[in-house]
T-cell receptor, first 111, second 115 residues
């Protein structure tokens, strides 16, 4: 079973700071997702990537397949970025397989 | 609808009571997943449907848990004789295709509290 580890577990930042959240996994994957979960439970998909780097607004996600590691970066952080950020991986099997999730990183951005 | 809709948003059940949680996926989405998220943890897989077929139910924790998607759209997760350890957020996700790299869209979840 793929083990997904995230660090840090909790992160407090001042508004404007550059933030990095890390994700490591133990077994090869077909895709990695970064998800955002606000209080109340709803999850929003931020990125799905299988190689390289993706950018959307102030968010950047990178993945290194050889090292089995991904990072999520937030530039110019803002209090509205406060949420739990979850890394999830999809095993390299054919068809649609369930995601395996990390425990999440709780981010608080203070004004 | 515009997104994945789950109901109810919150449910309080007395221990031993049966509950039914509903998921309305995005129209036309083939794949539907149910996940269970305990407090402070990441979601854990429960079961997967491709259209009306339940292809994987290996994550269901006991035979008290039952899921169905009879017409390949709306799905219901039923928990019989609820126990306190069933307290969690139950998340539903749907995706358009049945391939490896189709993006998943999540609902708001149902927070179940068993007292």
């Amino acid at each position: 079973k793929n083990e997904v580890e995230q660090s840090p577990q909790n992160l407090t930042a001042q508004e404007g700071e550059f933030i990095t959240i890390n994700c490591s996994y133990s077994v090869g994957i077909s895709a990695l997702h970064w998800l955002q979960q606000h209080p109340g439970g709803g999850i929003v998909s931020l990125f799905m990537l299988s190689s390289g780097k993706k950018k959307h607004g102030r968010l950047i996600a990178t993945i290194n397949i050889q090292e089995k590691h991904s990072s999520l970066h937030i530039t110019a952080s803002h209090p509205r970025d406060s949420a739990v950020y979850i890394c999830a991986v999809r095993p390299p099997l054919s068809g649609n397989t369930p995601l395996v999730f990390g425990k999440g990183t709780r981010l608080s951005v203070i004004a | 609808g515009a997104g994945v809709s789950q109901s109810p948003r919150y449910k309080v059940a007395k221990r031993g009571q049966d509950v039914a949680l509903r998921c309305d996926p995005i129209s036309g989405h083939v794949s539907l997943f149910w996940y269970q998220q305990a407090l402070g943890q990441g979601p854990e897989f429960l079961t997967y449907f491709q259209n009306e077929a339940q292809l994987d139910k290996s994550g269901l924790p006991s035979d008290r848990f039952f899921a169905e998607r009879p017409e390949g759209s709306v799905s219901t997760l039923k928990i019989q004789r609820t126990q306190q350890e069933d307290s969690a957020v139950y998340l539903c996700a749907s995706s358009l295709g049945d391939g490896m790299n189709t993006e998943a869209f999540f609902g708001q979840g149902t927070r179940l509290t068993v007292v």
